[in-house]
Nanobody
Framework: QVQLVESGGGLVQAGGSLRLSCAAS????????MGWYRQAPGKQRELVAQ???????NYVDSVKGRFTISRDNAKNTVSLQMNSLKPEDTAVYYC????????????????WGQGTQVTVSS
């Protein structure tokens, strides 16, 4: 079993900040990429930010310069610092991790958190 548990999120005014965190636990051998996706009502889920095991990052254009993704490999955690939030950032945010588990050493699998709501008021 592998679990991703998210924390953070909530309601904030435009221009404010929030920090999302996600912890992976269970039968983990190694974690490749970790990232955050979001899904707004009526829209498809999109990748917001991703970080590799070596620390390389990429962001969707709409959050560049405002959001920062980081990870702690020792703790199997990933965080998303969100600054200068805009109403269009409102969505459910999902943590994602590509994990090799001890019950399937030959193939990594994608795991998802339960989602956390971020609402930015104008």
């Amino acid at each position: 079993q592998v679990q991703l548990v998210e924390s953070g999120g909530g309601l904030v005014q435009a221009g404010g900040s929030l920090r999302l965190s996600c912890a992976a636990s269970g039968s983990i051998v190694s974690i490749n990429s970790m990232g955050w996706y979001r899904q707004a009502p009526g829209k498809q889920r999109e990748l917001v930010a991703q970080i590799t095991s070596r620390g390389s990052t990429n962001y969707v254009d709409s959050v560049k310069g405002r959001f920062t993704i980081s990870r702690d490999n020792a703790k199997n955690t990933v965080s998303l610092q969100m600054n200068s939030l805009k109403p269009e950032d409102t969505a459910v945010y999902y943590c994602n991790a590509n994990i090799v588990a001890n019950f399937d050493l030959f193939r990594p699998h994608d795991y998802w958190g339960q989602g956390t709501q971020v609402t930015v008021s104008s």
